[in-house]
């Protein structure tokens, strides 16, 4: 598994389908990790991820790697983190069409290599990704959706994007950052069945 994740991240490395090839610093592919079960697919890198060449390093990722930690879990065991293009959008702009669909090849060559059980699609860009148009974010996060053969029958959950926690910070019940851990443990238990 790992070296043909290695062929296809040198690929992407040296990608220049779409014009953020030109303002790039650094592509971002993925963390390092053994044999995952559990992937989770954010949006695009931002300004910290672009100078490192990680995913999720800035603050957005901390307060993720806080969520995971809640429940026992780990980026360096357990999750293996992605986007859904590989390179910063200047001024961290949405994503445009052209650019997601030149960068793809590359998420999907993730999840046919990694195959994981569940993913997470984190944030409104991720979840049309995969499952297309089936509305926003808030009214489809924490609903288990059965993936079909494109991610090889994953279990599918929408969640929250952790800028949008940032955003949102009240903890009172009902709120976003509420709902994200209740979420978090619902993800646990379906990933102690694996
Ligand atoms: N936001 C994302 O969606 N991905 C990153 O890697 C960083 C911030």
Redesign the pocket.
């Known amino acids: 598994m790992y070296e043909e994740l290695e062929e296809i991240k040198n690929k992407c490395l040296s990608c220049q389908k779409c014009g953020l090839g030109k303002t790039r610093t650094n592509v971002?592919f993925s963390d390092v990790i053994q044999n995952p079960k559990l992937m989770l697919i954010?949006?695009?890198?931002?300004f910290y991820?672009d100078k490192q060449g990680k995913?999720?390093v800035?603050k957005?990722?901390q307060l993720l790697d806080k969520i995971f930690a809640s429940v026992g879990l780990s980026r360096e065991k357990d999750v293996y983190i992605c986007?859904t293009i590989k390179c910063r959008p200047p001024e961290n702009r949405n994503p445009l069409p052209d650019e997601k669909a030149a960068c793809w090849e590359y998420l999907k060559a993730q999840i046919d290599i990694i195959k994981p059980k569940i993913i997470l699609l984190?944030?409104n860009v991720a979840v049309q990704s995969i499952l297309g148009e089936v509305g926003g974010i808030t009214k489809i996060r924490g609903k288990w959706y059965q993936g079909e053969e494109n991610v090889h029958g994953a279990k599918l959950m929408p969640i929250f994007?952790p800028?949008y926690l940032l955003r949102n910070d009240s903890r009172e019940k009902g709120s976003p950052k509420w709902l994200m851990w209740q979420d978090i443990q619902e993800i646990r238990k379906e990933y102690d069945k694996l």
């Open positions: 971002v954010g949006e695009a890198p931002g991820e995913p999720f800035g957005a990722g986007n984190c944030g994007h800028s």
